[in-house]
C-alpha cells in the first residue's frame, strides 16, 4: 500500500495535500474555513504531511546527499572540488542546507496545522481522528528531531502558523527541542496502529514511534547532551519492539534481500519497520514520487532497460572495505565487484578483488541496485523506498544501552549482537586443498561438491599445469549477490574430481561456520571491548543509511575519525588530492550545520551556531 498524493493549494496555510487514491478528485483550490468537515479532508491533509518525507528537501534528494556521505562510509567523487555539506566546503547560503532547514518546518506547520484542525467536525469517527493525531504527533516529532541532530536546539513553534509577521522565534536548548521530540513520539504511541494491522512500513506504527523513541533517547544520551539517564529509556522502547508477540519481529534470512525487497517495492514488516515511500519514475507528474536512491548512490549503470542509469556520484572508503571479517557475506552486497553491461541483455562483468588500498577506496557502494526496480522504463529518478528504521538497528541499540547501563555486556545484548552478525554469515565453501594432483590431465577435469542446504552447492573449476591438478577455484557468483558460488552446508561436503583425461587428483574443502560469526571472549571482556564491537557492526549493517555521522558525533569520536579518512585518501589516491581534502575540511563547527542565512535574516531572534 502507498501513499499516493495529489496536491492541492490551501490559501494561507499553504498546506500541500496529498491522498491515496480516491474516487474523485479534489478542487485546484480549497479555502481552510470550508475544509476538514469530512473524514476524507482529514486523510487527504494527513497525506500532505507524510509527502514531506519524499519531498527532494529531504529523503527524495537532499538526505541521500547528506546523511549517508557525512562520514566515514564513503565520499562524493566528481572530478573537480565541489562545495555543499557533503565536502565540508560550503556556507550558510548553501541550497542543500537552506531546503532541508525550511523542507523540515514546512513538515512540521503541515502537522500543526492538521493538529489543530483535527476535532473541527465531532461527527469523524473518534478512531480516525486518534490514528491520524498521534500520526501528526509522531511526525512533528521526527522532523525536529532531525533538526536537532543536525542543528541542534531550534526555535519549537507547536501551532501553526496563521500570520506572515510571526517570524521572529528564539531557538530553544537541545535538551528543550529533545524533550519535545519525546513528548510528541511518546504521546503519539497508544494512539497509532500496530505494525502487523497496518500492514505495510510505509505509515506510522507502533513498533516505528517505539524504534524511533530508543534512537532519539541514544542520540540524548550521547555527545553533545550527554544525559546518560536516557539509556534506560532505550532499553525500554526497544525492548518493547523485540518483545512485541504480535508484530513478532525478526530479521531476514537473507541481507541483500532486505535491499531488493526495497527497491522492488516490496515490504517486509518483520524487518523494514518504517520507509519513506516511492513510486513511479517521473513520466506522470500526479501519480509520482521519487527519489534519487540508487541513481546517485548505486554501482554505475548505463541507461538500459534491465537495470537503469546509475551516476555512482559516490565511493566507498578502504577503511569501509576493510571492516568485514572473512564469511561475513554483508562485504559482498555493500561493495562492487562487478560492471553493469552496456546491453541490457548481456551477463554482468565479473570484477576481481582489489589489488591495493587505493583500488578500495574508489570502489563503489552496492547496496542499492536499480536491476531490481519493477517500474520500466528506468529513468534518472527511482522508486526505491528508504529504509528509516530496521529491525537490525533495533538490537543493536538495545545491546549498546545495556552495556552502558550495566558496565558490561550482558548475555541477552550479546545475543542480539550475534544474531546481526549470524544472519548474514557465511556457511559455504571457504577454501579448497588440492591433496593430490593426480598425473595425465589434458584438459580441466571436472570439479563437483556434494549437495548443499536447500540446494545451494558450491561450484567450482580446476586448474591444470604438467598434467597434474594444481588449484581448485570457486565459481564466481554471476548474479553478484556473494563473490563465489560458495553453497549452504552444515558439514563440510565431500571433492570429487572427474574426466580431464587423467586420474588420482584429489581435494578437500573448508566452510564457513556459523559459530565464527559469534563473538569472542576478548570482544565481549569489558565495556569498552563491546562499545567498540557495536561501532563497527552499525558501520558494516547499517551503511549508507543515514546514520553514520550521527553515530560518529554522539560517540565523540567524529573528528579524529575523519582526520583519518583524509590521512589515509592522501596516501591512497594521491592524484586526486581533493578527495582527501574534503575530510581535512572537516573543523569543530561541523558538528552542526549553520542555520541558513534566510533564517538569519529573518528572524531576529535567531543565534547562529558557534564558528558559522
Known amino acids: 500500500m502507498k501513499i499516493k498524493y495529489y496536491i492541492v493549494l490551501f490559501l494561507l496555510?499553504?498546506?500541500?495535500?496529498?491522498?491515496?487514491?480516491?474516487?474523485?478528485?479534489?478542487?485546484?483550490?480549497?479555502?481552510?474555513?470550508?475544509?476538514?468537515?469530512?473524514?476524507?479532508?482529514?486523510?487527504?491533509?494527513?497525506?500532505?504531511?507524510?509527502?514531506?518525507?519524499?519531498?527532494?528537501?529531504?529523503?527524495?534528494?537532499?538526505?541521500?546527499y547528506l546523511f549517508a556521505w557525512q562520514g566515514d562510509e564513503g565520499y562524493y567523487n566528481r572530478p573537480t572540488p565541489p562545495t555543499g555539506p557533503m565536502f565540508y566546503n560550503y556556507s550558510t547560503g548553501d541550497a542543500y542546507n537552506n531546503n532541508l532547514w525550511s523542507t523540515l518546518y514546512n513538515g512540521i506547520n503541515r502537522a500543526n496545522v492538521v493538529l489543530a484542525n483535527l476535532d473541527k467536525n465531532p461527527g469523524i469517527s473518534q478512531a480516525v481522528r486518534d490514528v491520524i493525531r498521534g500520526e501528526m504527533y509522531f511526525l512533528r516529532g521526527y522532523f525536529y528531531s532531525v533538526l536537532a541532530t543536525n542543528y541542534g536546539g531550534v526555535p519549537l513553534k507547536l501551532t501553526a502558523t496563521s500570520s506572515i509577521v510571526e517570524v521572529d522565534i528564539a531557538r530553544s536548548t537541545l535538551k528543550e527541542t529533545y524533550d519535545q521530540v519525546v513528548k510528541d513520539m511518546e504521546a503519539a504511541e497508544p494512539l497509532v496502529p500496530g505494525i502487523t494491522s497496518l500492514g505495510y512500513g510505509g505509515a506510522i506504527s507502533k513498533s516505528a514511534v517505539r524504534g524511533m523513541l530508543a534512537r532519539v533517547n541514544l542520540y540524548m544520551a550521547g555527545e553533545p547532551l550527554k544525559d546518560k539517564t536516557r539509556y534506560t529509556e532505550v532499553i525500554k522502547w526497544s525492548k518493547k519492539v523485540i518483545d512485541d508477540a504480535e508484530a513478532a519481529h525478526a530479521l531476514n534470512p537473507s541481507y541483500s534481500q532486505i535491499f531488493i525487497n526495497l527497491v522492488a517495492d516490496k515490504y517486509d514488516i518483520k524487518e523494514s519497520i518504517w520507509e519513506a515511500e516511492f513510486w513511479g519514475n517521473g513520466t506522470d507528474a500526479s501519480l509520482n514520487e521519487t527519489t534519487n536512491m540508487g541513481y546517485i548512490n548505486g554501482p554505475s549503470s548505463v541507461a538500459s532497460s534491465a537495470n537503469g542509469t546509475a551516476?555512482?556520484?559516490?565511493?566507498?572508503?578502504?577503511?569501509?572495505?576493510?571492516?568485514?571479517?572473512?564469511?561475513?557475506?554483508?562485504?559482498?552486497?555493500?561493495?562492487?565487484?562487478?560492471?553493469?553491461?552496456?546491453?541490457?541483455?548481456?551477463?554482468?562483468?565479473?570484477?576481481?578483488?582489489?589489488?591495493?588500498?587505493?583500488?578500495?577506496?574508489?570502489?563503489?557502494?552496492?547496496?542499492?541496485?536499480?536491476?531490481?526496480?519493477?517500474?520500466?522504463p528506468k529513468t534518472t529518478v527511482t522508486p526505491t523506498n528508504v529504509p528509516l528504521l530496521r529491525f537490525a538497528d533495533i538490537l543493536l541499540m538495545y545491546a549498546e544501552a545495556d552495556n552502558e547501563v550495566n558496565g558490561t555486556p550482558s548475555?541477552?545484548?550479546?545475543?542480539?549482537?550475534?544474531?546481526?552478525?549470524?544472519?548474514?554469515?557465511?556457511?559455504?565453501?571457504?577454501?579448497?586443498?588440492?591433496?593430490?594432483?593426480?598425473?595425465?590431465?589434458?584438459?580441466?577435469?571436472?570439479?563437483?561438491?556434494?549437495?548443499?542446504?536447500?540446494?545451494?552447492?558450491?561450484?567450482?573449476?580446476?586448474?591444470?599445469?604438467g598434467g597434474r591438478v594444481t588449484a581448485i577455484n570457486l565459481s564466481r557468483d554471476l548474479t553478484a549477490v556473494l563473490f563465489n558460488v560458495e553453497g549452504k552446508y552444515t558439514s563440510v561436503p565431500t571433492v570429487t574430481i572427474t574426466g580431464g583425461g587423467g586420474t588420482g587428483a584429489t581435494a578437500t574443502a573448508a566452510i564457513n561456520l556459523l559459530t565464527d560469526a559469534e563473538l569472542t571472549p576478548a570482544q565481549t571482556a569489558s565495556k569498552a571491548a563491546f562499545l567498540e564491537v557495536i561501532q563497527n557492526e552499525r558501520f558494516?549493517?547499517?551503511?549508507?543509511?543515514?546514520?553514520?555521522?550521527?553515530?560518529?558525533?554522539?560517540?565523540?569520536?567524529?573528528?579524529p575519525v575523519m582526520q583519518d579518512i583524509a590521512d589515509r585518501l592522501a596516501i591512497e589516491v594521491p592524484t586526486t588530492p581533493f578527495f582527501s581534502q574534503i575530510f581535512r575540511n572537516v573543523e569543530r563547527k561541523h558538528q552542526f550545520m549553520p542555520i541558513p542565512s534566510s533564517e538569519t535574516s529573518t528572524n531576529q531572534l535567531m543565534v547562529q551556531n558557534p564558528f558559522w
Open 13 to 64: 496555510l499553504s498546506l500541500g495535500s496529498c491522498k491515496k487514491y480516491l474516487e474523485t478528485e479534489p478542487a485546484d483550490f480549497i479555502d481552510p474555513k470550508d475544509y476538514y468537515e469530512t473524514e476524507e479532508h482529514l486523510r487527504f491533509a494527513r497525506a500532505g504531511v507524510y509527502h514531506i518525507l519524499g519531498t527532494s528537501g529531504l529523503w527524495g534528494s537532499n538526505a541521500n
Open 311 to 376: 551516476v555512482a556520484y559516490f565511493n566507498i572508503t578502504s577503511k569501509f572495505y576493510n571492516a568485514f571479517e572473512p564469511g561475513d557475506n554483508r562485504k559482498w552486497w555493500s561493495t562492487v565487484h562487478f560492471g553493469y553491461p552496456a546491453v541490457a541483455t548481456s551477463p554482468k562483468t565479473m570484477s576481481a578483488l582489489p589489488a591495493n588500498e587505493g583500488v578500495k577506496a574508489q570502489m563503489k557502494p552496492g547496496k542499492w541496485r536499480r536491476e531490481f526496480e519493477v517500474v520500466a
Open 411 to 465: 548475555a541477552t545484548a550479546i545475543e542480539y549482537v550475534n544474531r546481526v552478525r549470524k544472519r548474514s554469515w557465511s556457511t559455504g565453501v571457504k577454501s579448497v586443498t588440492v591433496t593430490n594432483g593426480g598425473a595425465g590431465y589434458t584438459t580441466a577435469p571436472t570439479v563437483t561438491f556434494s549437495a548443499g542446504v536447500g540446494g545451494a552447492t558450491a561450484t567450482g573449476t580446476a586448474v591444470i599445469s
Open 540 to 559: 558494516r549493517e547499517l551503511n549508507y543509511e543515514g546514520l553514520r555521522k550521527a553515530d560518529l558525533l554522539r560517540w565523540g569520536i567524529f573528528f
